[in-house]
C-alpha cells in the first residue's frame, strides 16, 4: 500500500509538471529548460500547499495529499480541454539543437556535481536545541499526528508532582504561561511550509530523507539562477554564476542542513524570474509572481521585510515606467494576498510566538516598516492622479533621465562609500570600544559576511548594479535587485542571530550571499574592456582567484557527513528503549524533543536531577515506569534505585563553534548518556565523601579530526568529560586526583549545571607525571552537577588510568 501511494504521489508530480508545461507553452514560454523548470517547480510547491493546507486542519496525510494532486491533474486537463489547447507537447519543443549545446552540457555537469556535494554529505543535526533539529521535530510530528498540535495535558499531572522542576515544552515548543491557558498548551515556534517538506519526505523515503529535501530547493535555485543571469549576460556569465553560488561554503552548508534558508531561497528567485520574464507579457502573470513570493509568509516570518523592497518597485515605475505600473501593482496583490494569510495563520496557530516577537520589538518594527511603506506608496499614487502630481512626475522623470550619468556616478560612490566604510572604517571604531563578541559582530556583519564572499567580487557587484540600473532596460530586474539590496542591507546591519559561524551564515544565504556573488559575475562580464583578449583574462584570473577562495573555505566541510551517527541511534531508540507504560525524563534539552516526537518516547524536561529523584517515588506510585536519561555513570540515590537498562551514544563529526572567525577545526563529538530505570527505595540518600570515577566512563569526548589553522596549536587532541551528580548540599570545595601516566601534560577544567557555568578554568594541576590533583569551590547551592574535563594537547601521549573526587572537610 505504502508503495503504491508513493507511486501515485510521484505520478501526480509528473502529471502536473507536464500539463502545467502544456499550459505555458500555450502562453508564450517557448524554451523547454525554463518551461520544465517551472513546471516542475509549480508542482513541487503546489504539493508543498496541499500538504500545508491539511496541515492547518491537523489531517496531513500523504494518501490525502496524493489524491488532492491527482484532482489538481484533472483540473488542469479540463483547463486544456476547455481553452481546446493541445495536448500532444514533446518536453524539448522549442529547443533550438544548434545553439548552446555545450552549454548546456557544462549546466548539466555543474548541477550534477553540485546535487551530489549537497545530498550526499548531509548534516545531521537531530538536536532539539537548535532549528536544525526543531523542524526535524516539527515534520515528525507532522507525518505521525497529521498537524503541529503539541498540546500535551499530562503536565498538569506531572507539575503537581514536581512542582517548578518540570519544564513544560521543549526549545521552540513552548507553553505561554498565560494564566487563562491549560497547563500543558504549547504552541509552535516556527513556520509550518518547511516542516511539511520534510514530512513528506519521511512518508516517501524515511527519515535519513529529511537530510536531503533542501538538495533539492538548492539545485532547483541554481537553474533560476542560470536562467535569470543567462538573461542579462548569455550563457557563459550565468555557468559562472551557478559555479560561484553551488559552491560558496554558505550555500554548500545551508543546502545540506534541515533549515529552512535554501527553500525561502527559492521562492526568491523563483519569484524574480518570473517577473523577469513575464514583466513584458500578460498582466496577470505578475499576480501570480508576487503570489509564489507571498508563500514564503508561511515559510519564515521576516519574509514581511519583503514588502518594503516591493513598495519601491512600484514607486519607480510610477516614476520612470508608469505604463507598467499596473504590473507592478499586480505583484504587490499577489504578494500581499498570500502573505496575510501567512500572518493570519501564524497568529491562529502560534500566537504565543507571535506576541513573543512583538514584545521583543523584531515584529514590531517590521510592521510599521511595512506600515510605513503603506502608508508612503497610497500617498504617491493619490498624488499621482492630481494634476500637479502627473506634472511633478513628469519633471522628475526628466530630471533623472537627462542627468542619468550624474546619477550613475553617485550611485557609484555611494555603494563604495559603504562598501569602504563597512571593510575598513566600522571595525576600527568598533575597535576603540570594549564590547562583546556578539556586538562586535553585529557592529561589523559586512566584515564578516566577506568570510563567504570575497572582497572583489563585491565590488564588481557595483558594476552589476550599473549594468542593470541604467544600461539594461529590464524593470522586471528590479524585483530581483531591490530584494537582494534590502535584505543585504537589513541582515548586515542587524544579523539577528548568535555570531557563531556557519550558524551565522544562514541569515545571509537566503538571498544576500548568491545576490551578491550573481552581481559580481554580471559586473565582471559587462567591464566596458574592448580588447577581448585583456577583458578574458581578467575573467579567468577571477574565476581562479573564487576557485582558491573556494579550496580555502570548503575543504574542511566538503567530502564531510556531519554528525553521521545520530540518525542510526534515534532510529535504535525507538525500538530499543521500553515503551510499555514508559515515561522519561531528562536535563539534556538537545535530546528530549527528538527523543519524544522522533523515536516515540516520551520524554520530558527537567530542570535538576537532584530534585527530580526526590520526588520520583510519588511518580512511580502512580503505576508507571519511570526512567531518567543522565550523564553520570555512577548515579545513585537513596530515596529510589536506579538500574541502568540502556545507553546513548551520540557521535560524529562537526566544526567547532567559531565567534567572529571563519571555523578552522573538525571535531569529533561523542555525547555518552545512561538510561537508568527507577524503583522505590526505602533507604535515605547518603553523601559519600569520596567518589571512584572508572576513567573509561567519559560521559563526554571531544578529539579533532583535522585542523586548517595555520601557526597555531590545535586547540586540543582530546577531551574527555566526566560528569557527577551531587546528592546533598553542593556548596562547598572538591578535590579530583588523577592517575596515570604523563599527567604533567595534560590540564583540567570543571563546569556546572550542564556546563553553563564554569567554575574552574583550564589550568594544570599540582602533582607529578603519574598523580595529579586540582581543586575547586561549589558556591552555588542551586549547582546540581560538575563536570570535570581532562584536556589532552597535540602530541602528547596522555594516559588517564582513574578519578576520585571528594569532599574537602
Known sequence: MISLVNFLFFLGIILNTYFISVILHKKGLPQPLSRNLVSLTLSILIAGSISLLLVSFESYKILSVTLIQLLASGSFIGYIFFHKIDLLLNPISGWDKSGNLFTNIILVLLLLSAGAMYSLFPIEYI??????????????????????????????????????????????????????????????????????????????????????????????????????????????????????????????????????????????????????????????????????????????????????????FVGYLLFLRKRSLQKGLNFLLGYSAISILGVLYGYINSKPYIIDLWKSNQLLKLTLFCIFSSILLSALLFFSNLKTGKQSIELFKNA??????????????????????????????????????????????????????????????????????????????????????????????????????????????????????????????????KKQTIRSALIVVIIAGYIYHLYNRDRLIFFERMLSGYSEEFERLSTSLPSEKAIYFTKKQDLASPLH???????????????????????????????????????????????????????????????????????????????????????????????????????????????????????????????????????????????????????????????????FPESPGIGDSKKMRIEFSVENPETDDVQIRFHTKKDRQVVLKSLQLSRIP
Open 127 to 312: 538536536k532539539g536545541d537548535r532549528d536544525h533539529g526543531v523542524y526535524i521535530v516539527f515534520g515528525s510530528q507532522i507525518q505521525k499526528t497529521g498537524g503541529l498540535n503539541f498540546n500535551n495535558f499530562r503536565y498538569q499531572e506531572l507539575t503537581q508532582i514536581l512542582g517548578n522542576n518540570i519544564i513544560q515544552g521543549y526549545p521552540a515548543i513552548e507553553s505561554d504561561h498565560s494564566p487563562l491557558v491549560p497547563i500543558g498548551s504549547l504552541s509552535p515556534r516556527f513556520y509550518p511550509l518547511f516542516p511539511t517538506y520534510l514530512a513528506l519526505s519521511v512518508d516517501l523515503f524515511g527519515l535519513d530523507a529529511m537530510f536531503r529535501v533542501n538538495s533539492i530547493f538548492g539545485v532547483l535555485s541554481l537553474v533560476f539562477i542560470f536562467l535569470i543571469v543567462k538573461k542579462w549576460i548569455g550563457p557563459w556569465g550565468a555557468l559562472v554564476a551557478v559555479f560561484f553560488c553551488a559552491f560558496n561554503p554558505a550555500q554548500l552548508w545551508n543546502v545540506r542542513t534541515t533549515l529552512s534558508e535554501p527553500l525561502g531561497q527559492l521562492l526568491i528567485l523563483f519569484s524574480s524570474y518570473l517577473a523577469l520574464y513575464f514583466f513584458h507579457k500578460h498582466k496577470g502573470w505578475m499576480v501570480f509572481a508576487g503570489g509564489i513570493l507571498g508563500l514564503s509568509s508561511f515559510n519564515r516570518i521576516d519574509s514581511l521585510i519583503y514588502f518594503p523592497a516591493i513598495v519601491i
Open 400 to 529: 533623472i533621465l537627462k542627468n542619468k550619468t550624474l546619477l550613475r556616478i553617485i550611485s557609484f560612490c555611494f555603494f563604495f562609500t559603504l562598501i569602504a566604510f563597512g571593510h575598513s572604517i566600522q571595525p576600527v571604531i568598533s575597535n576603540t570600544d570594549t564590547i562583546s563578541d556578539f556586538a562586535y559582530f553585529r557592529k561589523n556583519g559586512f566584515l564578516f559576511f566577506l568570510l563567504y564572499v570575497p572582497l572583489i567580487l563585491v565590488l564588481f557587484g557595483i558594476r552589476g548594479y550599473d549594468l542593470l540600473v541604467f544600461r539594461k532596460q529590464f524593470s522586471g530586474s528590479l524585483v530581483f535587485l531591490l530584494l537582494g539590496t534590502l535584505l543585504s542591507f537589513v541582515y548586515f546591519y542587524d544579523p539577528s542571530i548568535y555570531p557563531d559561524h556557519f550558524w551565522a551564515s544562514r541569515r545571509w544565504v537566503l538571498f544576500p550571499i548568491p545576490f551578491a556573488c550573481i552581481m559580481g559575475v554580471v559586473g565582471l562580464y559587462s567591464l566596458p574592456i
Open 597 to 759: 516526537y522522533l523515536s516515540g518516547k516520551e520524554t520530558y524536561l527537567i530542570r535538576k536531577t537532584r530534585p527530580f529523584l526526590e520526588k520520583a517515588n510519588k511518580l512511580i506510585e502512580s503505576g508507571w515506569n519511570i526512567y531518567l536519561i543522565d550523564e553520570d555513570f555512577n548515579l545513585e540515590d537513596g530515596p529510589v534505585t536506579l538500574e541502568k537498562v540502556d545507553k546513548i551514544s551520540l557521535e560524529g563529526n562537526y566544526p567547532i563553534d567559531t565567534v567572529n572567525r571563519y571555523p578552522d577545526t573538525l571535531i569529533y563529538r561523542g555525547i555518552f548518556l545512561q538510561v537508568y530505570k527507577l524503583g522505590a527505595s526505602s533507604t535515605s540518600a547518603q553523601d559519600k565523601k569520596s567518589i571512584f570515577i572508572d576513567s573509561s566512563q567519559f560521559t563526554y569526548k571531544l578529539k579533532t579530526v583535522k585542523s586548517e589553522r595555520k601557526n597555531q596549536p590545535t586547540i586540543y587532541e582530546e577531551l574527555k568529560a566526566y560528569d557527577h551528580y551531587i546528592p546533598k548540599d553542593p556548596k562547598g570545595r572538591f578535590r579530583a586526583e588523577f592517575e596515570g601516566e604523563i599527567l604533567d601534560q595534560a590540564t583540567f577544567s570543571v563546569t556546572a549545571n550542564q556546563s553553563t557555568s564554569m567554575i
